[in-house]
């Protein structure tokens, strides 16, 4: 089914008893048929946070935690958020025996629906650390040009350092999208860390900026991004991970490699 068919931007009862059918899988084949030659445009892996997990102990006793969900880039399917929201909120009051038997019930019903592997950390609501942006931040360049519309024209090569193979950590936080379907805003803090010639940072700030009125889910946001720098600047290894802010109790964090060794662990920024 396509997203259309999903609950976004609909009125809808939180269901008070368990539903797992409510989840709402989303084919990624189509948003990356542009993409299929790009190295590492399937490796990865999509982090969420949610905020809002509940259940009932064996004694009807509430329970609350963090959880930190992983999928697999590779994966079919990916699942809508709404859905997924629906999904913990319908756990609600459904008794389990221990924690273990929560999280392996939550791991069967997400891997079902992705199709693919699904695991579920959970955290202590006090425990999930919040992490500082490591790397040159680029907010404070002035771009050479603007676009309010992604364009990967806008990416280009420092020409002072030709033929000059370095490393670079980037980030911005001024990344900005919409959601496909109901239109609200999604913002988050981009991080490239990259190994080829030296690319021009007031570029890749243009480039991240002209997403500012761009309609497409946070997954496919970081795919593009991710295969138009590969196309643009060629570089030997890249890494693209964007870490979105919360919304609907909900964040989510992509992250694409081409090569796996330079996979970085899942962190929590202070905006989230």
């Not at 404070?140 to 990967?152: K, M, V």
């Not at 350092?161 to 988050?188: A, F, K």
Request: aromatic residues 12%; proline residues 5%.
């Amino acid at each position: 089914m396509s997203v259309e068919h999903s609950l976004l931007g609909k009125d809808t009862q939180y269901p008070t008893e368990y539903q797992p059918d409510i989840l709402f899988p989303i084919a990624r084949a189509q948003s990356r048929a542009a993409y299929a030659e790009i190295p590492g445009i399937y490796q990865g892996k999509d982090w969420w946070h949610i905020f809002e997990i509940s259940w009932l102990n064996a004694q009807g006793i509430p329970q609350v935690a963090i959880g930190r969900m992983c999928l697999d880039a590779s994966s079919e399917f990916l699942i809508e958020s709404k859905s997924l929201k629906l999904y913990f909120n319908s756990l609600n009051f459904t008794r389990f025996d221990a924690q273990q038997d929560f999280v392996a019930r939550v791991e069967k019903d997400l891997s079902a629906a992705a199709q693919s592997t699904v695991q579920l950390e959970l955290y202590a609501v006090d425990a999930l650390q919040c992490h500082e942006a490591q790397g040159i931040c680029l907010d404070q360049l002035t771009p050479l040009q603007l676009s309010t519309h992604p364009d990967a024209s806008l990416l280009r090569l420092d020409t002072e350092h030709n033929g000059q193979i370095s490393e670079h950590l980037l980030y911005s936080h001024l990344l900005r999208s919409n959601c496909p379907v109901t239109g609200q805003p999604d913002w988050g803090t981009v991080f490239i860390r990259y190994k080829g010639e030296k690319p021009c940072y007031d570029s890749i700030l243009a480039y991240i900026i002209s997403f500012r009125q761009h309609s497409g889910f946070h997954e496919q946001c970081v795919e593009q991004i991710y295969a138009d720098l590969w196309r643009m600047l060629q570089p030997e290894q890249l890494m693209v991970y964007a870490a979105y802010t919360r919304r609907g109790g909900l964040d989510i964090n992509p992250c694409r490699v081409s090569d796996f060794a330079w996979m970085p662990k899942p962190i929590r920024l202070a905006r989230q």
